[in-house]
């Protein structure tokens, strides 16, 4: 994606904790853990397009290491 392409597309110097958290404030509290599971499987279709399934195996199986080693709280 271009430059100009992804300031369109997270609002220019926005960095994407302040993207998803703008994007949580407008869904009610219900819809929010569905919005960031899907928002979890688009980000890895999109590592797998941009960085190969290697890659993006690595990233989820990281994410997935890291909520086990929180105890499941």
Known sequence: MS???LAAVSGGDED???VVARALSR???A???AF???LLAHTAAGMV???GDRAAGEAVY???DAVVA???R
Request: charged residues 35%.
């Open 70 to 72: 929180r105890g499941g």
């Open 49 to 51: 397009v941009i960085e």
């Open 3 to 5: 430059g100009a392409a």
């Open 31 to 33: 819809e929010r853990p």
């Open 27 to 29: 869904r009610a509290p």
């Open 16 to 18: 994407a904790a302040a």
């Open 36 to 38: 960031l599971r899907e």
């Open 62 to 64: 990281r994410l997935a």
